[in-house]
């Protein structure tokens, strides 16, 4: 039960992080390319990549480790995260996006199969984990836009970023 709650506070964590970032991403990215056919590509590109490297990494979790998978997924979202402060054309949004994908990636495969090896109750440990992250994306987009006006976009960023380090040394408790 211990490790189900401290892989709850990193899911939350690391949904926060998305959660104050996802919906600010478009105007960002809008921001500095000016065109709004590059934020589909952007989007687009990030979610076929998400699931591509899913498929892939499916035959290889086990494997791996659960938490090997995990830890570098947070290590590289928080790179990712780094990565956009200094973005300011669409190419370097793309390779970012395409970090950021390949991170996206690793964390989902990491928490989902993490929370199902911890009990034989596989569903409600997925449910619970899933229902947290919603909470946390909700709760924090709620806020990212006050915290545009009242910092930047580099703020939101690098806050990310920070809670994803902050899981990963959480991470050692699991």
């Given at each position: 039960?211990?490790?189900?709650?401290?892989?709850?506070?990193?899911?939350?964590?690391?949904?926060?992080?998305?959660?104050?970032?996802?919906?600010?991403?478009?105007?960002?990215?809008?921001?500095?390319?000016e065109?709004?056919?590059?934020?589909?590509?952007?989007?687009?590109?990030?979610?076929?990549?998400v699931?591509?490297?899913?498929?892939?990494?499916?035959?290889?979790?086990?494997?791996?480790?659960?938490?090997?998978?995990?830890?570098?997924?947070?290590?590289?979202?928080?790179i990712?995260?780094?990565?956009?402060?200094?973005?300011?054309?669409?190419?370097?949004l793309?390779?970012?996006?395409?970090?950021?994908?390949?991170?996206?990636?690793?964390?989902?495969?990491?928490?989902?199969?993490?929370?199902?090896?911890?009990?034989?109750?596989?569903?409600?440990?997925?449910?619970?984990?899933?229902?947290?992250?919603n909470?946390?994306?909700?709760?924090?987009?709620?806020?990212?836009?006050?915290?545009?006006?009242?910092?930047?976009?580099?703020?939101?960023?690098?806050?990310?970023?920070?809670?994803?380090?902050l899981?990963?040394?959480?991470?050692?408790?699991?």
């Amino acid at each position: 039960m211990r490790k189900l709650l401290v892989l709850g506070i990193i899911n939350v964590l690391v949904s926060l992080g998305t959660g104050l970032v996802g919906p600010m991403l478009s105007l960002y990215y809008n921001q500095i390319t000016e065109d709004v056919k590059s934020v589909g590509i952007l989007y687009g590109t990030f979610w076929f990549l998400v699931a591509s490297i899913e498929l892939f990494l499916r035959n290889y979790i086990e494997k791996i480790g659960y938490k090997k998978v995990l830890a570098f997924g947070l290590l590289l979202s928080a790179i990712a995260d780094l990565l956009y402060v200094f973005s300011f054309t669409f190419e370097l949004l793309l390779i970012t996006e395409i970090i950021a994908a390949i991170a996206n990636a690793f964390l989902f495969i990491g928490t989902y199969s993490i929370a199902s090896s911890l009990s034989k109750e596989r569903g409600k440990n997925i449910a619970t984990i899933d229902a947290l992250a919603n909470f946390s994306y909700a709760f924090a987009a709620l806020f990212s836009g006050f915290l545009i006006a009242a910092f930047n976009y580099e703020f939101l960023f690098l806050f990310s970023g920070s809670l994803n380090l902050l899981s990963l040394f959480l991470l050692a408790f699991i």
